[in-house]
């Protein structure tokens, strides 16, 4: 039997730590995510493509009014079968989490894709906004 050198040792410590520490964080992050989703009534229909500001209104039907560019996304507004939309595409996946969640601490309904978001005050109105654009409806009540 051949032994191994403290340095050898302390490596192979090492790395099982890490293997072991990757895999709880995927486990509390799956577990995050799943009270996410509890606390959040989402239905989803097909992946959708990314989708700029510009090309959101486009399928829509209405001329964007732009608010401009934060760090990580654009915003844009128009007017939709009566009720005032607000369109948001992101640079990043994560940059749109953060604003999601932010914005869904006061409550409200969103139409989201693959780093854009529709935002309107009527739920029938972005429920058939999905039949063009794709995405998942959320909606969180204010707690």
Known sequence: ????????????AAATALLAGGC??????????????????????EPTKHYTVQQLAAVIGCTP???????????????????DLVFLDFDTVPGQ???????????????????????????ENLQSLRGKLGGTLQEKSRS
């Open 1 to 12: 039997m051949r032994l191994l050198r403290p340095a050898a040792v302390v490596a192979l």
């Open 24 to 45: 709880g964080g995927e486990a509390e992050q799956a577990a995050g995510e799943k009270a996410e989703k509890t606390a959040t009534s989402s239905t989803s229909i």
């Open 65 to 83: 009014t732009t608010s401009g560019k934060a760090k990580d996304f654009r915003q844009a507004g128009c007017e939709n079968a009566g009720d």
């Open 97 to 123: 989490q953060d604003w999601l969640n932010y914005a869904t601490l006061n409550g409200g309904v969103y139409l989201v894709g693959n780093r854009w978001v529709l935002s309107g005050k009527s739920k």
